[in-house]
T-cell receptor, first 110, second 113 residues
Framework: EDQVTQSPEALRLQEGESSSLNCSYT??????LFWYRQDPGKGPEFLFT???AGEEKEKERLKATLTKKESFLHITAPKPEDSATYLC???????????FGSGTQLTVLP | ETGVTQTPRHLVMGMTNKKSLKCEQH?????MYWYKQSAKKPLELMFV???????ENNSVPSRFSPECPNSSHLFLHLHTLQPEDSALYLC????????????FGQGTRLTVV
């Protein structure tokens, strides 16, 4: 069964304290790994797509990386406005639908 | 502005009411989706439409009825809902089904009383 697992469930950081979020997947024949940011009561906002092991994407303080078994979202010197839930998703083995993880709720304290 | 617009943003309905959620995408995508997001749970895929044809129905109760009149519009018709159906309902679209990134609307917060 295709699974996407995110850890930790929640993460509290002080402003400027760098850290990483993890997304592990058991999807046969990975056809992409997607990262989203979701603010409370709003729809997920697309951040990155990664297609192959070793690939990296960056946007402001965020950098996403991909290995054969997992992806990391690195947050460098976060600010309070980075507080949100970060979701990762991968297409199912049949590529018929996206499987989402439960998300990591990030809180950055000033 | 994400290119995917959902209306209404908030909806309160009684268990005997009939209502509809609307989604419109301005991105020229071919696939559209309905997701349900309940508190403390992962996003649950409900329906998938690809080129206006329904391709997935993830065991959704018949009190939820989707409609896709064209590639840009998607509706979710609701009737005789239960309080446990209260959730954030999200519409999304993608260029290709599941193979490319999906873009989401802002969602409809539904409360069933």
């Amino acid at each position: 069964e295709d699974q996407v697992t995110q850890s930790p469930e929640a993460l509290r950081l002080q402003e400027g304290e760098s850290s990483s979020l993890n997304c592990s997947y058991t999807v046969s024949g990975l056809r992409g790994l997607f990262w989203y940011r979701q603010d409370p009561g709003k729809g997920p906002e697309f951040l990155f797509t990664l297609y192959s092991a070793g690939e990296e994407k960056e946007k402001e303080r965020l950098k996403a990386t991909l290995t054969k078994k997992e992806s990391f979202l690195h947050i460098t010197a976060p600010k309070p406005e980075d507080s949100a839930t970060y979701l990762c998703a991968a297409p199912s083995g049949s590529a018929r639908q996206l499987t989402f993880g439960s998300g990591t709720q990030l809180t950055v304290l000033p | 502005e994400t290119g995917v617009t959902q209306t209404p943003r908030h909806l309160v309905m009684g268990m005997t009411n009939k209502k509809s959620l609307k989604c419109e995408q301005h991105l020229g995508h071919n696939a559209m989706y309905w997701y349900k997001q309940s508190a403390k749970k992962p996003l649950e895929l409900m329906f998938v439409y690809n080129f206006k044809e329904q391709t997935e129905n993830n065991s959704v109760p018949s009190r939820f009825s989707p409609e896709c009149p064209n590639s840009s519009h998607l509706f979710l018709h609701l009737h005789t809902l239960q309080p446990e159906d209260s959730a954030l309902y999200l519409c999304a679209s993608s260029q290709e089904r599941a193979r490319t990134e999906a873009f989401f609307g802002q969602g409809t917060r539904l409360t069933v009383v």
